[in-house]
């Protein structure tokens, strides 16, 4: 009788479409996880939201599995700072664990949670490999988003209980890795790069012209939801300077759902009577983004937060400009595949708008290098790494039995 396993393995997809770029980074890691040779692992795919038809069309075969709010509220629990032994107590009262019953059910031997997830804290026998964003609630600590002391609490919770527990932690470049492991005192050996990608949904996005009203002005896009380290302010400053110092009117479309600073931007914009050149059409479909995309003069995302993020791997792909900040770990990600600027000085946006516009090899060579940048940025030759950590797994997998 053979005793030897193979490994199994649940990727759990937990992401609503809101949440913007993490939505798609998710897809793309499922997506990825389908490459894996079959000799090596089996991969099954679960969503906790009813799947919706941006993952339908990443032709993956995914199972429904929902996750009751109770279930989610024990999650949220074991991220509170309990004395060990009432952390046990609450255990032994706890209901039967549905959630990873049923992928024990199905066989799997390791969970994969393509996002972020408390729902990792909640497995009892499985082991998993986690995800991480970004540790920006660390970097940048002063914006209200983070600043609130729950919601700092709260992600310092999770990542302290989840992190040392975890199998294996995926991250999106050599600089998060280094944060990880500095941070939480994670061995680098357990933590494996694998960059973003541009979202599925422009990849396979066919360019059409635009149905939104697109301004007469050259104009930047910046496709973010409006939090306030997304930095919007610093674009409306910028091209209030164009039009005022250097007699050059820009206009700006962003895209995205209010996060509570959009009256903010508004009133931010009527008062630099910039009201005809600043664009709040809201979230819209990857169709008409792709088209506004493709169509301006250049992305401009000045955000604190990173230090990966999907926009400028999309505008590399539709071969748009990118002016993006000059800040460590985010200008890793563009290399000199993009205009850095500085985020203190709006002057330095400017001169790069300008320069845009008034040097077309500038922008041909830009546009070039962004191209040559997505591909050096290919997460195929990052794979490689956490294949090592599944054969290493399948190794130690080998070594208990099927039910312990």
Partial sequence: MNYLRKISIGVIFDQDISVGGGYY?????????????????????????????????????????PVSPFVRLLCSIRQLRWHPRLLSIIKLIQPFNPFEAALIRDKINLVYFVSPSSLSLYLEKLNYVITVWDLSHREDVEFPEVRDNQAFENREA????????????????????????FYYGIDKSRIHVIPFQPSFAV?????????????????????????????????IRTLALLKTKYNTLISAIFLGRDK????????????????????????????????IYSSALALFMPTYFGPTNLPPLEAFHLGVPVIY????GLKDQVADAAHLVDLSNPDTAAHSILSLLNQKDLRSSIVSRGSQRLSELSPDTYLNSFVSF????????NSWPANS
């Fill in 260 to 291: 509570g600073n959009l009256s903010f931007l508004r009133q931010l914009t009527n008062s630099l009577d910039l009201t005809n050149n600043i664009f709040f059409p809201g979230f819209v479909s990857d169709t008409e983004m792709s088209a």
């Fill in 203 to 235: 990849l396979s996005s066919n360019t059409s012209p635009s149905s939104f009203p697109l301004p007469s002005t050259p104009y930047v896009v910046y496709p973010a939801q409006f939090w306030a380290h997304k930095n919007h302010a610093y674009i």
């Fill in 158 to 181: 999770f990542y302290r209980n989840s992190l040392p527990r975890s199998a294996a932690i995926i991250v999106d470049s050599a600089h998060s890795k280094h944060l990880t492991s």
């Fill in 25 to 65: 980074q998710a897809i793309n890691t499922m997506n990825l996880l389908s490459t894996i040779p079959d000799s090596l692992a089996d991969v099954h795919y679960y969503s906790l939201t009813q799947p919706a038809q941006e993952i339908r069309l990443s032709h993956l075969n995914i199972a429904y599995l």
């Fill in 325 to 328: 900040p000059n800040k460590p």
């Fill in 390 to 397: 599944l054969q290493d797994y399948t190794s130690r997998l």
